[in-house]
């Protein structure tokens, strides 16, 4: 069992950046995937990136990609997410997710295959 807590939301306005971060409970989240995903008002959950346990493979959505950044701290049970040049259609309910997993590949991209969860940290790109 792992608990999540997301922090460093906030409004900023459009071409800012934010760092969100996650930090785990667990005693080490070194055996976990960790993982981002959003979910604005009215819209489904959606993926937003994935990184590997060492953090040596990153995953994003099409939609972030180049202006998102993942990366993790095993030791200070941590995972960030750098968020560059944001936009208006980022604004989103930000949520930190994590499952035990053997393989990196497929990335796992949909919410159900993940166990733990966040309880999430508002996001707002103001025009």
């Known amino acids: 069992q792992v608990q999540l807590v997301e922090s460093g939301g906030g409004l900023v306005q459009a071409g800012d950046s934010l760092r969100l971060s996650c930090e785990a409970s667990?005693?080490?989240?070194?055996?976990?995937?960790m993982s981002w995903f959003r979910q604005a008002p009215g819209k489904e959950r959606e993926f937003v990136g994935a990184?590997?346990?060492?953090?040596?493979?990153?995953r994003y959505a099409e939609s972030v990609k180049g202006r998102f950044t993942i990366s993790r701290d095993n030791a200070e049970k941590k995972v960030h997410l750098q968020m560059n040049r944001l936009k208006p259609e980022d604004s989103a309910a930000y949520y930190c997710?994590?499952?035990?997993?053997?393989?990196?590949?497929?990335?796992?991209?949909?919410?159900?295959?993940?166990?733990?969860w966040g309880q999430g940290t508002q996001v707002t790109v103001s025009s």
């Open positions: 997710a994590a499952k035990l997993g053997s393989t990196w590949l497929p990335v796992s991209q949909r919410q159900d295959e993940y166990a733990y």
């Open positions: 667990d005693r080490t989240i070194n055996d976990y995937i």
């Open positions: 990184i590997s346990w060492t953090g040596a493979n990153t």
